[in-house]
C-alpha cells in the first residue's frame, strides 16, 4: 500500500523568504502525485500534480515542485512567500489506476509579518 | 468557477443518532467521494461512487456508512449510529473521470460532525 510522510508538521517562516515542504511517499506501483493547500475554514484546494513528463510541476500562486524518483520525493517550494499564503498544505498520491487519494498528515506553513 | 458544497457546515448529534451529510458535486463530474479528518490527523479516504455504485471503499467504510445519490445533483453520506470516534471534518470531492488516477479531485469546505 502507498503511505505518505511529510516530515514537517509546521514550518513558520518570515515573509518574502523562502520555503521548502518536504513530502516523501512510498508506493510499489507508479503514482500520480499532489499538493494541495487548505485556507482556515475552507476546503482542499488543488496547487499542482505531477502525472509525468517534466519533474519540474508549477503550481497557482507561485508554488512549483519537483519529482525526484530516486529518492520518492514531491517537495514543494516557494521562492518567496507572502502572509496570505498562511494555510496547512496536504501531500498525496494516488495510483496511476486508481482514485482516491492517499494524504500525507500536513504541514502548517505560518507565514510571519 | 463552480465548486463543490456542503451542508451542513456544522453538525452536532447524540451518539446513536443518524446523521446525514449532504454534497452537491460540480454538475457535469461523475465521480463522487467522501472523505474525513479527524482533528489533528491526515485526511482519510472513505468511499468512492460512481455510476450510482460504489467504486471503492476503505476499512473505515463499514456498515454503519452509506452513500446515495438520491437525485441529479446531490451526494450524501449516511452515518446510522454514530459512535464518539465518528468526530471528524468531512469532506466530500469530486471529479470528471476523463483520466482516472491523474483526475484533479475537487473538495467542498468540508462538514463538521461533532458527537456527543
Known amino acids: 500500500a502507498q503511505s505518505v510522510t511529510q516530515l514537517d508538521s509546521q514550518v513558520p517562516v518570515f515573509e518574502e523568504a523562502p520555503v521548502e515542504l518536504r513530502c516523501n511517499y512510498s508506493?510499489?506501483?507508479?503514482?500520480?502525485l499532489f499538493w494541495y493547500v487548505q485556507y482556515p475554514n475552507q476546503g482542499l484546494q488543488l496547487l499542482l500534480k505531477?502525472?509525468?513528463?517534466?519533474?519540474l510541476v508549477k503550481g497557482i500562486n507561485g508554488f512549483e515542485a519537483e519529482f525526484n524518483k530516486s529518492q520518492t520525493s514531491f517537495h514543494l517550494r516557494k521562492p518567496s512567500v507572502h502572509i496570505s499564503d498562511t494555510a496547512e498544505y496536504f501531500c498525496?498520491?494516488?495510483?496511476?489506476?486508481?482514485?482516491?487519494?492517499?494524504f500525507g498528515p500536513g504541514t502548517r506553513l505560518s507565514v510571519l509579518p | 468557477e463552480p465548486e463543490v458544497t456542503q451542508t451542513p457546515s456544522h453538525q452536532v448529534t447524540q451518539m446513536g443518532q443518524e446523521v446525514i451529510l449532504r454534497c452537491v458535486p460540480i454538475?457535469?463530474?461523475?465521480?463522487f467521494y467522501w472523505y474525513r479528518q479527524i482533528l489533528g490527523q491526515k485526511v482519510e479516504f472513505l468511499v468512492s461512487?460512481?455510476?450510482?455504485?460504489?467504486?471503492?471503499k476503505s476499512e473505515i467504510f463499514d456498515d454503519q456508512f452509506s452513500v446515495e445519490r438520491p437525485d441529479g445533483s446531490n451526494f450524501t453520506l449516511k452515518i446510522r449510529s454514530t459512535k464518539l470516534e465518528d468526530s471528524a471534518m468531512y469532506f466530500c470531492?469530486?471529479?470528471?473521470?476523463?483520466?482516472?488516477?491523474?483526475?484533479?479531485?475537487?473538495f467542498g469546505p468540508g462538514t463538521r460532525l461533532t458527537v456527543l
Open positions: 454538475s457535469n463530474h461523475l465521480y
Open positions: 505531477y502525472l509525468s513528463g517534466s519533474t
Open positions: 461512487f460512481y455510476n450510482n455504485e460504489i467504486s471503492e
Open positions: 470531492a469530486s471529479s470528471d473521470g476523463s483520466a482516472r488516477g491523474a483526475d484533479t479531485q475537487y
Open positions: 508506493s510499489s506501483v507508479s503514482v500520480y
Open positions: 498525496a498520491v494516488v495510483l496511476s489506476h486508481g482514485q482516491n487519494f492517499v
